[in-house]
T-cell receptor, first 116, second 112 residues
Framework: GDSVTQMEGPVTLSEEAFLTINCTYT??????LFWYVQYPGEGLQLLLK?????DKGSNKGFEATYRKETTSFHLEKGSVQVSDSAVYFC???????????????FGKGTKLSVIP | DTGVSQNPRHKITKRGQNVTFRCDPI?????LYWYRQTLGQGPEFLTY????????KSRLLSDRFSAERPKGSFSTLEIQRTEQGDSAMYLC??????????FGQGTRLTVV
């Protein structure tokens, strides 16, 4: 079945540092790919998405590019802020139900802490 | 309506009792998911509805869990004979035509 693997956390960075959180996936065809963020005590929020190969999703200074050749969707931000401290989840949604699943599949999450 | 609504936000129940949670999705969304999330873990898929049809259910899901979505609008998730291992955050999400899933704030269940 489909799966998502993302780098283990926690990740601790100083403010203004560069952030990369790796995400790779296994799926049939061309799934849609997402990054979700969960701030402390809050629900899951969509951060960005990409629906086809070479698409770049971006939002709030975060970016991720859909790489079909490496089955990856790594999250990057050039300069993190304390307010970016949260748990980040990579996820995929199958392109079609032919593979037998409609699941929106999540990785285990990466906790990011940004210190002043 | 600006989002997915879940009720109650918190539920404490004694082991062996039945509980029911409700999810009201974004009105024009025809796809609805239930997930379970425990501390430090990613959301775990429970079940999926397209309109009123339950099209997929996790193979790991105990038969004590059941979900409905009458008329393709709100959905309910019932857990019968609760166990301490059922303690978790239960999340509902709905998806519209653009494939973006919107999540509710969740229902936190504590089984004592």
């Amino acid at each position: 079945g489909d799966s998502v693997t993302q780098m283990e956390g926690p990740v601790t960075l100083s403010e203004e540092a560069f952030l990369t959180i790796n995400c790779t996936y296994t799926a049939t065809g061309y799934p849609s790919l997402f990054w979700y963020v969960q701030y402390p005590g809050e629900g899951l929020q969509l951060l960005l998405k990409a629906t086809k190969a070479d698409d770049k999703g971006s939002n709030k200074g975060f970016e991720a590019t859909y790489r079909k050749e490496t089955t990856s969707f790594h999250l990057e931000k050039g300069s993190v802020q304390v307010s970016d401290s949260a748990v980040y989840f990579c996820a995929l949604l199958p392109a079609y139900s032919g593979a037998g699943s409609y699941q929106l599949t999540f990785g285990k999450g990466t906790k990011l802490s940004v210190i002043p | 309506d600006t989002g997915v609504s879940q009720n109650p936000r918190h539920k404490i129940t004694k082991r062996g009792q039945n509980v029911t949670f409700r999810c009201d999705p974004i009105s024009e969304h025809n796809r609805l998911y239930w997930y379970r999330q425990t501390l430090g873990q990613g959301p775990e898929f429970l079940t999926y509805f397209q309109n009123e049809a339950q099209l997929e259910k996790s193979r790991l899901l105990s038969d004590r869990f059941s979900a409905e979505r009458p008329k393709g609008s709100f959905s309910t998730l019932e857990i019968q004979r609760t166990e301490q291992g059922d303690s978790a955050m239960y999340l509902c999400a709905s998806i519209g035509a653009n494939t973006e899933a919107f999540f509710g704030q969740g229902t936190r269940l504590t089984v004592v």
